[in-house]
C-alpha cells in the first residue's frame, strides 16, 4: 500500500504542517474576523430592532394607557354632567309645577270667589225678583194682611235655607 | 484493469532535499496546497462584499463558521471557542481534502496515513500545550481519573495514556480507511465501464450515484473527525 510506505512520510509532514498553518494563519487573521465582524454586525442591527420594537410596544401600552384613562375620565364627566343636567332638569321642573299650582291655586280661588259673588248676586236678584214678584201678587190679591217686610222675611229665609 | 492502488502512489513534482531529508514538492503536497488556495479563494470571493443582509455567496462561509462553531460549543463548551480557528481550520483541510480527491485525476492526500496521522499529531500536540498551559502539572491528573486509589497508578496511568495516545491514531485509521476503501471503488468500478463496452453505461451510472454517495461521505468524515477533535479539546479543557 503507498500510504504505509515512509518514504514520502516527512515530506508529506512538511508539507502537512506549512500548508495547515498557512491555511490556519489566513483563517484567523483574515477570513474568520471578516466573517466574525458582519455576524457581530447584524446581531448589533437585529438587537437595535428588537430594543426599537421592544420601545415601540413601551410606548403603545402607555398610549393605550393614556387613551383608557382620557376615556374613563371622559366618561365620568359625562356622567357628572348628565347628572347635573337631570337634577337642574327636575329642579326646573319642580320649579314650574309650584309656579303652576300657584297660578292655578290663585285662580282657583279667584274663580271661587267670583262664584260666590255671582251666586250672591244672583241670588240678590232672586230675592228681589222674588220679593217683587210676590209684593206685585200680594198688591193684586190686595192682601193687606202681609205687609212688606213679612215678605222679605219670608223670602230671605227660603232663599238662605 | 489498472491496479486500483495506483491512484494513492505519491509522485514527487520538485525534488527537494534539506539535511538529509527528502521534502520534495510530491502530488501530494500540490492538493494540499490547493486545498489552501481553493478554500482562501472560495472565502476571498463570498466575503468580497460584506452585507447585513447576506448574498447567497456569503451566507456559505458564514453557515460553515456557524456550523462549526455551533460544533465547538456543543462539544467543548463556550471556554474552547478562543479555539475556533484551529478547528475551523481542520475541517476546512480535511474537507476540502476529500473533495479535491472526487475530482478526476485528482490525489486524495486525506487518504494517506502521513498526511492526516501528522493532522491527528498536530491537534494532539495542541491539546496537550492548552491542557499544561491551563493545568500546568495538574495535567498529568488527566492520567489518573479521579476516585481511583493511588496505589492502582502505576497500573492506570500506562493505560490512560495507552487511550490518549490512540486517538490520533484512531482519527487517522478512521479517515485513511474510509477515504481509501471509496476511491478504491471508484476505480474498480470505473474499470469495469471500457471492459464491458455498451453494457459499461451501468457502471457509469452507478459510479455516478456512488460519486454522490462519496461527496456525502468526504463532508460526514470532515465532520466527524472535526467532532472528535472538539472532543479531545474539551477533556483538554475540562477533564478530570
Known sequence: ?161 | MSNPMEQFNIQPIIPIKAGGYDISFTNSSLFMVLAVVVSALLFAVCLRKRTIVPSLSQSVPEALYEFVSNLLKENAGMEALRYFPFIFTIFLFVAFGNLLGLLPYSFTFTSHVAAVGGLSLIALLFNICIGIKKKKWGYWRTFMPNGIPMALAPLIMPIEMISFLSKPFSLTVRLVANMTVGHIMLKIIAGFVLALGVGGVVPVLFNSCIVVFEIFIALLQAFIYTVLSCIYLSDAIHSH
Open chain 1, 1 to 161: 500500500m503507498p500510504q504505509l510506505d515512509p518514504t514520502w512520510f516527512i515530506s508529506q509532514f512538511f508539507w502537512l504542517c506549512i500548508c495547515f498553518f498557512t491555511m490556519l494563519f489566513l483563517m484567523s487573521k483574515i477570513f474568520i474576523p471578516k466573517i466574525k465582524d458582519i455576524l457581530d454586525q447584524r446581531q448589533r442591527k437585529i438587537d437595535d430592532y428588537l430594543l426599537k420594537a421592544s420601545q415601540i410596544k413601551e410606548q403603545a401600552e402607555a398610549s393605550l394607557k393614556k387613551y383608557h384613562e382620557a376615556l374613563a375620565q371622559a366618561n365620568a364627566q359625562a356622567n357628572l354632567a348628565l347628572e347635573q343636567s337631570r337634577k337642574e332638569m327636575n329642579d326646573y321642573i319642580a320649579k314650574k309645577q309650584n309656579e303652576l299650582a300657584q297660578k292655578l291655586n290663585t285662580k282657583l280661588s279667584e274663580g271661587e270667589a267670583q262664584i260666590k259673588e255671582a251666586r250672591e248676586k244672583a241670588l240678590k236678584e232672586v230675592q228681589s225678583m222674588s220679593q217683587q214678584w210676590a209684593m206685585d201678587i200680594v198688591g193684586k190679591l190686595e192682601l193687606s194682611q202681609i205687609k212688606p217686610d213679612d215678605i222679605k222675611q219670608g223670602i230671605k229665609n227660603v232663599v238662605n235655607d
